[in-house]
């Protein structure tokens, strides 16, 4: 939750910028294992991106450096999930839009 925080204020301070670059949080002086820091930066950005989405219109590209290729591999894994799990929701929240009836539907 700390570290998830630690993202979310990093994004906003730094949203008016076009590109925004940050070490993975967490995973150096702090220890946190590469695989849950990564986790977390997924979950953050893609949590701020789709809450924060004003805030986020001037952010073109988010750059996160690792220290090696496989963090970098195992970051680009929990990014793609992430994408993957609110592509999924996405999808479900707009199936029960358009199948749930309108007022109108109801009371013509």
Known sequence: ALLERCWLRALD????G????APL???????APVGAA???A???AA???????????GIRELHIAVQTADAAH???GEIDA????????????DARQTSAPSVRDVFP
């Open 25 to 31: 949080l967490g995973a150096g002086a702090r220890g």
């Open 47 to 57: 949590s701020w991106l789709t809450l924060s989405s004003s805030a986020a219109m």
């Open 13 to 16: 301070a730094a949203s008016p």
């Open 82 to 93: 992430e994408v993957s799990r609110m592509a999924c929701a996405a999808d479900a929240a």
């Open 18 to 21: 076009p590109v925004v670059a």
């Open 38 to 40: 990564s986790h977390v």
């Open 42 to 44: 997924a979950r953050a």
């Open 74 to 76: 195992l970051l680009a």
